[in-house]
Structure formats: C-alpha cells, structure tokens
C-alpha cells in the first residue's frame, strides 16, 4: 500500500511556475510506476505525466511537453511536477497518482494509489 499526499499548489498568473510535490508513504514506493493526473471542472480526468519507477522513463501528454518536467526521489518517497510557462488551460486540481509495475504510462486503468489533490489556478 502507498499513501499519497500531494501540495505546492495554487493562484499563479499566466506564464510563471510552480511545483508540485507528492509525498508518498509506504514501502513500496519505488515499486511504483507514478503519474500527474489533472481534472478541470466540468472536464474528464487527464494524465499529464508519468515515470518509471527507476525515474529513467517519462511520458508526457502532448500539451505539456516542454512546459513541465515530471521527477522522483525513491530515497525520499517523493514526486515532483515543475510546471513551466503556466497557461489558463492548465487550471485544474492536480493528483498523484501509481500502481505496482515498470514502465510509465498515461493509461489510467493502471493506476491503483491516488491522492487527494491540489488545486492549481492560473489566471490570464
């Protein structure tokens, strides 16, 4: 079992940054295939950004290549998401997420551990 407990967010304008961080507790943390999953009001569930569960392997959805980076400690039990040149459309409450495995994806069948969120605003 891992519990996941997410923070770093909140009311940025367009174009700065931010960090988010997941905390993750647990023994099997570096076990775990993790991912940034967001959600927007009134909006379906998205996978931004996933890694390996040795940190060698990250995915990105096609809307934030470039803009946000996605990392981990296993010493630590730690997830980080830097988000770069923030845009409006980024707004949404953000989740870590993981499930026992290898390689990273953005298929969220897989996913087994979540948080419970942070919400992140951009304004334009």
């Known amino acids: 079992q891992v519990q996941l407990v997410e923070s770093g967010g909140g009311l940025v304008q367009a174009g700065d940054s931010l960090r988010l961080s997941c905390a993750a507790s647990g023994r099997t943390f570096g076990s775990c295939v993790m991912a940034w999953v967001r959600q927007a009001p009134g909006k379906e569930r998205e996978f931004v950004a996933s890694i390996s569960r040795s940190g060698v392997s990250v995915v990105y959805k096609d809307s934030v290549k470039g803009r946000f980076t996605i990392s981990r400690d296993n010493a630590k039990n730690t997830l980080s998401l830097q988000m770069n040149s923030l845009k409006s459309e980024d707004t949404a409450v953000y989740y870590c997420?993981?499930?026992?495995?290898?390689?990273?994806?953005?298929?969220?069948?897989?996913?087994?551990?979540w948080g419970q969120g942070t919400q992140v605003t951009v304004s334009s």
């Open positions: 997420a993981g499930f026992e495995g290898r390689g990273a994806t953005l298929q969220q069948n897989y996913y087994t551990y």
